[in-house]
Every structure is written in C-alpha cells, then in structure tokens.
C-alpha cells in the first residue's frame, strides 16, 4: 500500500527533440523553450516541484530558461552536455562532457550541481565505469539506470528502488533507478517517455504503488517536447516516418497523464530524497550476472541518430 508521507520524484530532461533525439549533429531548435515553459506553468499550476536534468546545450542557448526554472523552486541537474550516448564516448570525452555541464549549469545558477541523468539511459553494463567518473567530478548521485535489460539500455538485476551503488572501482553513488512495474513476474519499464505515452495509465499508476509499497520513491521522467503534442508537423526537417509516428504516438496524452500522476500521488525534486534520507539499501555492481539474456522492448525513440532504429513497443 502507497505510504501517505512518501514524496516521488518528478524529473523533466530539459532537450530539444531535433538535436536529442533525430540527429545529435543538428543545431537546437528554440522549440525547447517554448515546450520547457509549458512544463513550468503546468507545475504551477499543481504547485509541485521536481527535478530538471538540463542539458548543457540547451543551457548555453538558453540561460535565462535554466534561471527561470531555479526561481521557480525546481531543482537543476545535469543532463550532460552534448547529448551523446555513454558507449560512443571514451572516459575522457566523458569526464569532459559531464564537467562541461556541470560548471556551466552552476555559473548560470549560482548552485552546486551533484545530480547525473545520462543521454537515453545510457550508462549500462560495459559503460559502468562512467559512475566513479561521475564521483571524480562531483556529482553524488545519478539517476541513469533502468534495472530491465531492453535492446538499448538498462541493466537487469539492479535494484528497481533508490539504492546505494557500490561502483567498479568500490566507492559509492546515490542511484535513483527509473520507475519500473512488475506483472506475472516479469519486470518492465514505466518511467516515461515512450512507455508513459503507450501503457495503459493503470499500469503508470502501478508502478508508483508498487515501489511505495517498498517503502521507496518512484521515479518518473518527461521531455518538455512531450508537452507540444503538435512540434513534429512543424519542423522544417525530414523525419523517417516509422520514428514520426512512433514518436507521434500517445502524445497527446502525456501532459493529462502527467496530471493524472501529480493529482494522486505526492511528488517533488529527487534532493528530497538524496540530501534527506536515512540509511538505503546497498548494492554491489560486482555481483550483476556477466550475460544479460533477456530483453524487454523499447518505447522510446530517443537518439535515433547514434544507434540502429528500433522502434519496437512491448514488455
Ligand atoms: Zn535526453
């Protein structure tokens, strides 16, 4: 049963659709903003505060955004800066990546940054290495793990709730898994993105009771271009027509969705959790099993440009 006291976490990846998720070469577009602005009157309209992962692009373009989104309370965390997936990047282009972010987002807002997401969930079994990274520049938590194996991220056999991670190299991070549902015994994403726009809401819902059962937070994640139901008609860009209407579809739900989800449940940014809580459990990336067989779907379209398209949809 749902914990009346427990507060999830409500995450926005602040990033433009073209640049992120068609073509990580292409400029951003300032439709971003625009979407970015829909998601801040929204929550002030719920009255409810979360966590924005912002990506260093989109702050340099956008800084008075990044000041907007402070002032209202929220929190801001990095996104990383260019969007490219952990895998293509060797641990120094990463170390800069992250780093290039991390100061840029604290010039902007006078704040420290400590909190990581990855591009597309990225960090997986052979990328792990990225957490002691993350720890060397001084970030203290992350939130980049899914703990389902599907054909483009996620690490079967992590803990589905906030845990403590002990890293390849036996120092630790706060880790903040995405929100997952579990049914007949199998486990499957429901964090957002692709899974938010095409389950059914029940099994959105699920999700969040199920982890609160556990005594943990659910994480859930949205894109502001998730708000603008309409962008994809108006980009002036070829968009190969199996990613349009994957990405097209469920849209139009997600902003009620999403208000569906603040309405029922209590909700705020992940520092509630990581600067307040008490002991979590531990986790050691040691034990993983060394040959994930299993594979769970994929709902997102996320950086088409930096992987084979897979567009499949299913648990
Ligand atoms: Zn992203």
């Known amino acids: 049963m749902q914990g009346p006291t427990i507060r999830n976490i409500l995450?926005?990846?602040?990033?433009?659709?073209?640049?992120?998720?068609?073509?990580?070469?292409?400029?951003?577009?300032d439709c971003f903003i625009a979407n970015t602005h829909k998601v801040l009157e929204h929550f002030v309209e719920r009255a409810v505060c979360a966590t924005f992962f912002v990506l260093g692009l989109a702050a340099e373009k956008a800084p008075r955004l990044v000041r907007e989104i402070c002032k209202a309370g929220?929190?801001?965390?990095?996104?990383?800066?260019?969007?490219?997936?952990i895998r293509t990047q060797t641990p120094r282009e990463f170390a800069e990546d992250v780093t290039r972010s991390k100061k840029l987002l604290e010039d902007i807002t006078g704040r420290r940054v400590t909190g990581y997401r990855a591009p597309a969930f990225s960090i997986g079994r052979t990328t792990l290495w990225a957490l002691d990274i993350l720890?060397?520049?001084?970030f203290e938590y992350d939130s980049s793990l899914c703990p389902v194996q599907t054909p483009r991220y996620g690490?079967?056999?992590?803990?589905?709730?906030?845990?403590?991670?002990?890293?390849?190299?036996?120092?630790?991070?706060?880790?903040?898994?995405?929100?997952?549902?579990?049914?007949?015994?199998?486990?499957?994403?429901?964090?957002?993105?692709?899974?938010?726009?095409?389950?059914?809401?029940?099994?959105?819902?699920?999700?969040?009771?199920?982890?609160?059962?556990?005594?943990?937070?659910?994480?859930?994640?949205?894109?502001?271009?998730?708000?603008?139901?309409?962008e994809l008609g108006s980009l002036p860009v070829r968009i190969p027509w199996r990613l349009r209407l994957h990405?097209?579809?469920?849209?139009?739900?997600?902003?009620?969705?999403?208000?569906?989800?603040?309405?029922?449940?209590s909700w705020g940014p992940a520092n509630h959790w990581t600067a307040n809580s008490g002991p979590i459990p531990r986790f050691d990336c040691a034990?993983?099993?060394?040959?994930?067989?299993?594979?769970?779907?994929v709902a997102d379209g996320d950086t088409i440009g930096q992987r084979?398209?897979?567009?499949?949809?299913?648990?």
């Open 11 to 29: 995450t926005v990846d602040v990033e433009d659709w073209t640049q992120s998720v068609l073509d990580v070469n292409a400029p951003l577009t």
């Open 74 to 85: 929220h929190e801001v965390q990095s996104h990383g800066y260019g969007h490219r997936l």
């Open 135 to 138: 720890l060397d520049c001084g």
């Open 155 to 230: 690490i079967e056999g992590i803990p589905r709730s906030m845990h403590l991670l002990h890293t390849p190299l036996g120092r630790q991070i706060i880790e903040l898994p995405v929100a997952t549902y579990r049914a007949m015994g199998q486990l499957a994403p429901a964090g957002g993105g692709g899974y938010a726009r095409l389950w059914p809401y029940p099994i959105l819902r699920g999700a969040v009771r199920q982890l609160n059962a556990l005594g943990a937070p659910a994480v859930m994640y949205l894109h502001p271009y998730e708000y603008n139901p309409v």
């Open 247 to 265: 990405q097209s579809m469920g849209r139009r739900h997600v902003r009620g969705r999403v208000d569906r989800l603040i309405r029922e449940f």
């Open 287 to 297: 034990s993983l099993d060394p040959s994930p067989t299993r594979s769970a779907g």
């Open 308 to 315: 084979p398209t897979v567009l499949r949809f299913g648990a």
